[in-house]
């Protein structure tokens, strides 16, 4: 799944709507984090009009400020999806605004519980 891991590891910026009572560089909830991960990735594999991995169905949490957990599917086209789990920071005044410090795959990914208790 290499293409998978070039659509990760790919260098990108995105613009977060301010709100009003937090700043942009502040790291977003998990839920607004798992929106911002399918957003960039799918905007990547626009730019290159290229048939590849989509990544969906993210659910994350947040371990710490900025510090992300996150189950995910990763679809292409005639294929079922693959599972796959990742470790990540909010890096927004880097070249990447999301950073995987970790990624693979797993047997399950209906939920990160799931996703997780599939490793062992």
Do not use: K, N
Not at 16 to 21: F, G, I, L, S
Not at 38 to 58: C, F, Q, S, V
Request: positive net charge.
């Amino acid at each position: 799944m290499r293409c998978a891991l070039t659509v990760l590891a790919v260098t990108l910026a995105v613009a977060v709507p301010a709100q009003a009572d937090r700043r942009v560089d502040a790291p977003p909830p998990a839920r607004e984090f798992a929106r911002v991960f399918i957003g960039l990735t799918t905007a990547y594999a626009r730019t290159l009009d290229a048939d590849l991995p989509r990544i969906g169905h993210a659910r994350c949490v947040q371990a710490a400020p900025g510090h992300y957990m996150c189950s995910y599917a990763i679809s292409m086209s005639g294929r079922l999806p693959q599972c796959h789990l990742m470790q990540a920071l909010w890096t927004p005044r880097r070249a990447s605004t999301i950073t995987v410090t970790l990624a693979g795959r797993t047997a399950r990914c209906g939920t990160l519980r799931e996703a997780i208790a599939s490793l062992r």
